[in-house]
Structure formats: structure tokens, C-alpha cells
């Protein structure tokens, strides 16, 4: 439902009664605006609306066919202005926090979503006023720390813009605070789109719980629909013919049985397919295998000593007719004393998840006391519906019916989700054909196919947005690589950006984790490429790769980068630090790699060469050039030459929290040195540097990489000055392996 406030202003947004610059739903910025509104096209000005990443990037141009364009009712007989083209209008929905509080509480699907999105401190000190007074004129609520405003400046906002060249599609955002600082205390987003009908009809039967006959029963359809007409999702056989090592045996389907027992695959071979559960393992301390209870196992496991998202997992493989379920912790042998059957299944990974039937995800819970299941709202699944005049209706008076979409719905229902955040748990979703999610409030669907929830029964509306597409198995489609007839190298390089991009924004309990939960992918693509797998990298793109940097616009809550105590990956790879990270895409026209990878050597804790590594090295030829790192006003400054600063470099260093010790003189005492590694031509100029450190415990020829850094070519030719060329004695002189027509071969470690 939405409330009168928003269907107000969706409804009847063009009904401006003009009066001394104020309109009905918002205050206008001046007299030309006022003539823009009442129909001159001529005056009113253009204006861009935001990108959502805080980009003034798209496009606001409009096609005079464009069916969705909106109209002009300049003949009203109440003598109100409409808008008249495309472009922003900003209004004010609500006049206070109390209206908005109310709106949320009766269930608007929009207020809810701005309360929602409010943090939790803001939403007290709201909470915190609303029941102090209704008179909101006398308060004056804080919500940012040393920040007070004033009452009338507690109010939401409101933006709505046209996308571009879509027919009939809105871009409606909202934001909170002051009305001149627009997502400064949160935002919200929506698209008002005219679906077709078959995705708009409201749902004909009502479920209040994600483990409701109802919804295992759409959970059902889902399933039934993608084993019968998706092709891509059924390359892996319906009946598979690989199994795990153990499995559990949970009966024939719609048991009422209290106990299931562990198998061994090979003694007592399956007879169906099998699902797997994915769940966070959480601090709460739960029934796992153990080499003395392996005995006890195999006679049975009464399901009441398991954690509930165990008891409904497998509840929810009986409901679609499974016998058998594989769940990591009663499946693999838990032994901190002795890790050889965890690191001989670890390494099966790829085929556990992508011969399953479907992987049942726990995506709500935080550890597996916590269950699938959850309660919800009757509105939960209803779409909720707005008249909005576009042209091409024989009267601007007529309204089409447009659903009101939230713009970061599957965002933060699937890709934030608790389970989502765990790093093993991304392997799992993308190797296996089919996920089911058990939501916040209700189910949630993923094939390689086919994105779908219980709101959305036919299928995710598209946002036009790729950063937001749900459909990550379907853009990570690793199964059907070579059916896809693309440059497989070329697309693996993409593919491999955007797995390491999202992979490195998860967290793992054991650190040491890093390259073996994603184990699984790498072995799935070295299987259909020509290509050597080397920690998290590729050998035939290594130097590309190894113009990796922290993604500092990434916002991963309670994350910062490190590098963990135990070694688990060297220095050049990515796996050797905690923290979201981006690749580099170097191949193209305007680039031109400066560096050259002579040999790699990695020693391995098995014999997966995609699992545990030990150690390793890589030689690296190239330019090597002395440096200093300078704390300069928060941030850390190139300086060479001396103390000669290159301002227009940018310091991306792999671990932020380091110490370099100053020097006066022009020795190199921080023992740092940089490589230069790319050039880009392209607009903007740059330089990629790739920046070292001496490990004089290693030999003078061994480095540890600290960072990635990029200057831009500037007036003063600063990115010159860094490639230029050293005198010949000072270049024999730096340490390195070998010194050879004038090129550095170094080590790094």
C-alpha cells in the first residue's frame, strides 16, 4: 500500500497551484523555475538527477517520440501547471518526521523503505520526539553528530526524473534531511515502470511465513520451471553422476522420520539427486563430524540434536521430494587436529555444489540457531501500483498504471544479506545451478536463467543498472563458458575482475580460507581454459593482474584491509590481503605494459595447485627507481629525488596503517622502491606504479609489494619525471637479482 502523501505526489505531481513560489508539495528555487513548471519549454532550465553512486552521469536527453515522455495539460480548467518534459522536480512529501513516521508505521511501502534505510540512531532520536511532542516546531532533533537542525529541516524529499530514452519508466528518489543536502542523511530510490501484465497481477494466495505450504509450493514451481525449460541450467545433469564423499539420507519424501543418517557414497551408493545447504557457521556451537562420532553417524542422527536451519533445511529438501542433503559441518570431517579429510573435500567443492539439485540458502540467518524460516506481513508480497500520465493517452487526464519498483531491492535483500557477506558462501552460490533464498521476508530464487521472488513470481524487474543486475549467476555464468561463442580469454579476464571484485568484499572466520574458498571457481575455469592458475591469477595475464589496488569506493562495513598474521598467499597476489579489491583491465589500445613476468614458483600445502600455498616468489623485469613515502596532510605523498614531491600521484597502498621512517638525506633509508608498470594514454594520461619494499632478511634482490600507485599526466609533466631515465651508475647500484641492458630483474616475495 502506499499512503495518501505518496500517492499524492506520484498521482497528482503536475498540480502545482502557484503562490508566491510555493507549490502544494515543495518550495521552488525562483521565478524561472515557476515559468518552467507552467508549461514554457523555452525557460525552464535542464537539469541532470544524481547517479546513485553520487555521479552527475546520467543522461537527462529526451526523444520528442519518446512514448514515455511526459505530457502538458496546459488547457486545465482549475488553471494548475504540469510538467512538461524531462528533467527534475524536487518536492517535499513530508512536512515533518511525525508524518513520515506514521505513513511507516500503517505500512507504506515507500515510507517503510526510507525508515528502513534510516540508521538506527536517527531513527531513536525520531522516535525520541515523536513521543516527547506533536509540536514539531519546538524540537530540534540531531541526526548527525554536531549537527543540529532545526524541526522544519526533519522532512523527506522527493526527486522525480525521467531515465533517459525508457518508455514509461521514472526515476523517483527520495532523500532525508535538510532539502539543499540531498543524501546526506540517507536516500532512497524507485522506479515507477509499467510492467507487463502477466508480472504486475497481484498474487492470488497468501503466505505469512517463508516456510508456509504457499511458498514451498512457489519454491516448487521455480524448481520444476527451471528443470523443465532451462537448458543452461540443466548442462549438469538432472541425476547426477558424480556424488560427495558422505551425504545425509533424510528419507523418502514427506517423512514424518526423526532421525537421518550419514552415508558413504561409495558403500551405499544415492539412488536421486541431492541438495546442499548454505549457512553461516556463526559463534554458536552445534552438533559436526567428528572421526568418533563418524560410527554414531552412520547408525543415525536424531535431527531434534541438530541447530534449527538444519531442521528446516531438511524439512525443506522432503517438502521438494530430496532424499539426500549435504551440510559441510556433518558431512566433512571436523578435526583442528587432523585437517586431511577437511582439506581432501575442501578441494571438491566445485563438483559438491555443481552437481547438486539445488542449494538452500540460510541467507537471513547469522549462525544456524537462527533458522530459514520468517514470519512476515500480509502487504509483504503485494505490488504496489501508482497512476502516472505518460504520453501517448487520448486525455492528459487519463492515467496509465505504473508498479513502484525499489531500486535497491535484490541489493540488499540478496547481495547484503548475512549469509552473502560469508566468502565461502559466494562459491557455493555461483558453482551451483539453482539457489533457493530463505529471505527476510519471504523466498527469493536464482538459476542461471532466472531471478525471481514471491513478489515478483515471473521474474525480477530490471533496474538498468548492471552494478545492481540480479542476476549474478546469470552474468557469473561459469558452466556455459564455451557455449556462449565469446573470446574466452578476453571474457575470462572480465569474468575474473568482476569474481575477485565480489569474492574480496566477503569475510572469512579463518583467514587462512582466502584461496581455498574459491578453490571451486578456479578450478571450474582452468578445466575450459589454456591457462596456469597461480594464487588468485592468471599466468597468461599476470602482468596485467598484478595492477590490482583496494578498492577504497567500496563500502564494506567492519572491513579494513590487512594482511593476516599467517602467510597465505606472497605479496604480489591479492589473496595476501583482507579487503575488497579491484583488477585492472589492461589489454586494450592505449595501454601498454611496462613490466615483464620472467618466472613463478609457488609450493603448494597439497597437491591442488588452486588450494593452500605455502610460499612463493616472482621475478620481475623491469624499471626500478628509488622512492620515499611522506605523510602529508592525511594522506600519504611520492616523493623522489630527494624530498621532491609528485602531488598529482595517487598512494594506494595494499595495508593504509603502515610506518615508513622519514630521512633528511637523499639515501634511500625506507629501503622503497617503485616499478613502473603501465602507461595509459587514453583520457585521463597515467602511469601505474607498482611500489616495493626492500626485505634486506630476503637478499638484496627480494621485494615485498606495499601498494599500487597512479600518476596523472599534469602541466607540470610530473608523470615525465617519474619515467625518466636514472644515470647508468645509480641504476647499477639499486639491488636487485640481475642488472641487464639497462633493466632490473627483482624477486618479489
Not at 536463467?449 to 533496474?463: D, I, N, Q, S, V
Not at 583482507?578 to 609450493?603: A, C, N, Q
Not at 620481475?620 to 611522506?630: H, I, S
Not at 622519514?662 to 594520461?685: K, V
Request: proline share 5%; with cysteine.
Amino acid at each position: 500500500m502506499l499512503c495518501e502523501v505518496c500517492v499524492g505526489l506520484l498521482r497528482d505531481r503536475r498540480n502545482y497551484p502557484l503562490l508566491e513560489g510555493v507549490t502544494q508539495l515543495g518550495v521552488l528555487d525562483s521565478a524561472e523555475e515557476i515559468r518552467g513548471l507552467s508549461g514554457d519549454r523555452e525557460t525552464r532550465p535542464e537539469q541532470k538527477p544524481n547517479d546513485p553512486r553520487g555521479n552527475d552521469s546520467i543522461s537527462n536527453t529526451h526523444d520528442e517520440e519518446d512514448p514515455g515522455e511526459i505530457t502538458t495539460d496546459e488547457d486545465s480548467s482549475d488553471g494548475e501547471a504540469t510538467e512538461t518534459r524531462g528533467g527534475q522536480v524536487d518536492l517535499g512529501p513530508h512536512s515533518s518526521s511525525l508524518s513520515l513516521i506514521a505513513s511507516a508505521h500503517v505500512g507504506c511501502y515507500i515510507c517503510r523503505k526510507i525508515w528502513d534505510g534510516l540508521t538506527l540512531p536517527k531513527q531513536r532520536n525520531l522516535r525520541a520526539i515523536e513521543s516527547a511532542t506533536a509540536h514539531m516546531t519546538a524540537l530540534k532533533p540531531v541526526l548527525n553528530e554536531n549537527d543540529g537542525q532545526h524541526p522544519s529541516d526533519v522532512l523527506t524529499h522527493a526527486s522525480l526524473s525521467t531515465r533517459g530514452r525508457e518508455p514509461g519508466k521514472r526515476t523517483l528518489r527520495f532523500w532525508f534531511g535538510k532539502a539543499r543536502a540531498p543524501f546526506k542523511d540517507g536516500s532512497e530510490m524507485f522506479i515507477l515502470s509499467r510492467l507487463p501484465a502477466a508480472r504486475s497481477e497481484p498474487h492470488t494466495y497468501s503466505a505469512d511465513c517463508t516456510g508456509s505450504g504457499n511458498s514451498l509450493q512457489t519454491a516448487a514451481w521455480w524448481l520444476k520451471t527451471c528443470l523443465q525449460t532451462h537448458e543452461r541450467c540443466n548442462s549438469m545433469t538432472s541425476m547426477p553422476s558424480w556424488y560427495p564423499t558422505r551425504l545425509l539420507y533424510i528419507g523418502e519424501p514427506d517423512t514424518k522420520e526423526s532421525h537421518v543418517r550419514l552415508i558413504h557414497t561409495t558403500d551405499e551408493p544415492p539412488t536421486s539427486p541431492y541438495t546442499t545447504l548454505s549457512h553461516r557457521w556463526g559463534g554458536s556451537h552445534f552438533i559436526q563430524l567428528t572421526q568418533s562420532k563418524l560410527k554414531d553417524f552412520h547408525t543415525g542422527i536424531p535431527i531434534s540434536n541438530m541447530p534449527r536451519t538444519f531442521q528446516e533445511a531438511i524439512f525443506v529438501s522432503r517438502q521438494q521430494g530430496i532424499r539426500y542433503l549435504w551440510i559441510d559441518s556433518l558431512c566433512i570431517i571436523q578435526d583442528p587436529n587432523d585437517l586431511s579429510d577437511w582439506l581432501r573435500e575442501a578441494s571438491l567443492m566445485d563438483k559438491v555444489y555443481s552437481h547438486s539439485h539445488c542449494n538452500i540458502s540460510a541467507s537471513d540467518a547469522e549462525n544456524s540457531s537462527e533458522g530459514l524460516f520468517r514470519k512476515h506481513g500480509p502487504q509483504t508480497h503485494v505490488i504496489d501500483k501508482v497512476a502516472l500520465c505518460l504520453k501517448g493517452l487520448n486525455q492528459v487526464r487519463q492515467f496509465a498504471e505504473c508498479t513502484v519498483i525499489e531500486y535497491y531491492f535484490w541489493q540488499r535483500n540478496i547481495e547484503e544479506c548475512p549469509v552473502n557477506r560469508r566468502g565461502w558462501v559466494f562459491q557455493e552460490r555461483v558453482l551451483s545451478p539453482r539457489v533457493l533464498h530463505f529471505g527476510h521476508d519471504q523466498l527469493f530464487w536464482e538459476c542461471l536463467e532466472h531471478a525471481a521472488c514471491e513478489k515478483y513470481l515471473l521474474g525480477m524487474p530490471e533496474t538498468s543498472d548492471s552494478y545492481l543486475s540480479p542476476r549474478i549467476k546469470i552474468d557469473i555464468d561459469i558452466h556455459n563458458l564455451r557455449d556462449k561463442g565469446l573470446d574466452l580469454s578476453r571474457h575470462l579476464e572480465k569474468l575474473w575482475v568482476q569474481l575477485v571484485a565480489t569474492y574480496s568484499s566477503t569475510t572469512l572466520t579463518n583467514p587462512s580460507d582466502k584461496l581455498i574458498a574459491i578453490s571451486g571457481i578456479a578450478k571450474r575455469i582452468a578445466s575450459l581454459v589454456n591457462d596456469t592458475y597461480l594464487a588468485g591469477m592468471w599466468r597468461n595475464d599476470l602482468e596485467t593482474q598484478l595492477i590490482w589496488q583496494i578498492d577504497n569506493y567500496t563500502n564494506v562495513s567492519e572491513m579494513s584491509t590487512s594482511r593476516p598474521l599467517k602467510y597465505r598467499a606472497p605479496s604480489w597476489s591479492w589473496a595476501s590481503v583482507d579487503g575488497p579489491i579491484w583488477l585492472e583491465m589492461g589489454k586494450g589500445r592505449g595501454r601498454h605494459i611496462m613490466v615483464e613476468v620472467e618466472d613463478v614458483v609457488l609450493k603448494y600445502a597439497t597437491e591442488d595447485i588452486t588450494g593452500l600455498v605455502i610460499s612463493g616468489w616472482l621475478d620481475l623485469k623491469g624499471f626500478l627507481k628509488p622512492m620515499k613515502l611522506l605523510w602529508k596532510k592525511d594522506e600519504w605523498c611520492m616523493a623522489i629525488q630527494g624530498n621532491q614531491l609528485v602531488p598529482s600521484t595517487i598512494v594506494n597502498l595494499d595495508v593504509f596503517e603502515q610506518d615508513f621512517p622519514e630521512s633528511g638525506d637523499d639515501e634511500p633509508t625506507q629501503r622503497l622502491y617503485y616499478m613502473p608498470i603501465m602507461t595509459i594514454t587514453d583520457d585521463p594520461p597515467a602511469t601505474k606504479l607498482l611500489l616495493l619494499h626492500q626485505r634486506i632478511d630476503e637478499g638484496s634482490g627480494a621485494f615485498e609489494r606495499i601498494g599500487l600507485a597512479t600518476c596523472y599526466q599534469t602541466e607540470d609533466n610530473e608523470q615525465d619525471m617519474l619515467l625518466a631515465d636514472l644515470k647508468e651508475e645509480k641504476k647499477k647500484a639499486l639491488p636487485c637479482l640481475r642488472y641487464e641492458n639497462s633493466v632490473h630483474i627483482v624477486r618479489i616475495i
